[in-house]
């Protein structure tokens, strides 16, 4: 497994543009999901993928953010119109749901985003 | 969504173990316990996990109570690179699998 990558690791946008992420899963991983992590916080769960299908999102992921995971590979995470408040770390992790330790999810060392 | 209960913060002494407690009063039935930790500047990184017996793996141990209201992550031999903030997670396989995470225990190994 070579692990979860994230790129970019580092993001510093101005309030109101449009910023986009991207997550590719340890490869065979079928599920992904998108979390958010605030200064002092544990992570938030924001959505998850299996395959192709986004199967729930949080009450946390507003009009503004949008995943996608067209192929069942890699995934995308854009924000619109950031507002100062979407300052975060996004991680992203993915896990198997056959064979091997399907409880597991393995993380990705995350985005970090500045809105000034 | 099961919530669960850790102090903020610890200290241990380089190479002596550690108790990591967590209670998880509304814990149901169909709920598995599991441990990150998270070093500084990194994404999460899975310790151990189960659902009723203790469990033991390399990094680890997991001692759960019998009633599983409460659970003990032991490090056995503390070191330095075990400095992180330990979560303590309910997953109930009926619902998904996304981990909703506490604000977790910030450890300190003192040398």
């Known amino acids: 497994d070579t692990g979860v990558s994230q790129n970019p690791r580092h993001k510093i946008t101005k309030r109101g543009q449009n910023v986009t992420f991207r997550c590719d899963p340890i490869?065979?991983?079928?599920?992904l999901y998108w979390y958010r992590q605030t200064l002092g916080q544990g992570p938030e769960f924001l959505t998850y993928f299996q395959n192709e299908a986004q199967l729930e999102k949080s009450r946390l992921l507003s009009d503004r953010f949008s995943a996608e995971r067209p192929k069942g590979s890699f995934s995308t995470l854009e924000i619109q119109r950031t507002e100062q408040g979407d300052s975060a770390m996004y991680l992203c992790?993915?896990?198997?749901?056959?064979?091997?330790?399907?409880?597991?999810?393995?993380f990705g060392p995350g985005t970090r985003l500045t809105v000034l | 969504d099961a919530k669960t209960t850790q102090p903020n913060s610890m200290e241990s002494n380089e190479e002596e173990p550690v108790h990591l407690p967590c209670n998880h009063s509304t814990i149901s039935g169909t709920d598995y316990i599991h441990w990150y930790r998270q070093l500084p500047s990194q994404g999460p990184e899975y310790v151990i996990h189960g659902l009723t017996s203790n469990v033991n793996n390399r990094m680890a141990s997991l001692a759960i109570a019998e009633d599983r209201k409460s659970s003990t992550l032991i490090l056995h031999r503390a070191t330095l690179r075990d400095a992180a903030v330990y979560y303590c997670?309910?997953?109930?396989?009926?619902?998904?699998?996304?981990?909703?995470f506490g604000t977790g225990t910030s450890l300190t190994v003192i040398p």
């Open positions: 997670i309910l997953r109930d396989v009926r619902t998904g699998n996304q981990f909703y």
């Open positions: 992790a993915s896990s198997r749901t056959r064979g091997g330790n399907t409880d597991t999810q393995y």
């Open positions: 490869s065979e991983h079928n599920r």
